[in-house]
């Protein structure tokens, strides 16, 4: 059985840090395809940003490009997200996702097979 549980998140103010994590359990991430989504209130489930078994990251480059890092720690089987420079505009519930299969399209969050319970990330102006 899969499981996702993220944490790090919280209140902070606009142009400050946080990092997120993604503790995985009953599947290793280095396998997988890792994911990160958004979704503010009233708004649709959004793509922040995948690592992919190998091969470089992809982001939301109109959302999150040069602020947010995503990376993975295969030792703890935890994926991170950096974020950086925060706006209130990144103030959402964030998601972490597991794809088993390989696919392409890693916008898509049909594609990925496992969610976690997500994390409130607030940002004050």
């Known amino acids: 059985q899969v499981q996702l549980v993220e944490s790090g998140g919280g209140l902070v103010q606009a142009g400050g840090s946080l990092r997120l994590s993604c503790a995985a359990s009953?599947?290793?991430?280095?396998?997988?395809?890792m994911g990160w989504f958004r979704q503010a209130p009233g708004k649709e489930r959004e793509f922040v940003a995948t690592?992919?078994?190998?091969?470089?990251?992809?982001y939301n480059t109109d959302s999150v490009k040069g602020r947010f890092t995503v990376s993975r720690d295969n030792a703890k089987n935890t994926l991170y997200l950096q974020m950086n420079s925060l706006k209130p505009e990144d103030t959402a519930v964030y998601y972490c996702?597991?794809?088993?299969?390989?696919?392409?399209?890693?916008?898509?969050?049909?594609?990925?097979?496992?969610w976690g319970q997500g994390t409130q990330v607030t940002v004050s102006s």
């Open positions: 009953g599947r290793t991430i280095s396998n997988s395809y």
């Open positions: 996702a597991m794809g088993a299969s390989y696919f392409s399209d890693v916008e898509r969050a049909s594609r990925y097979d496992y």
């Open positions: 690592v992919r078994r190998s091969g470089p990251s992809t």
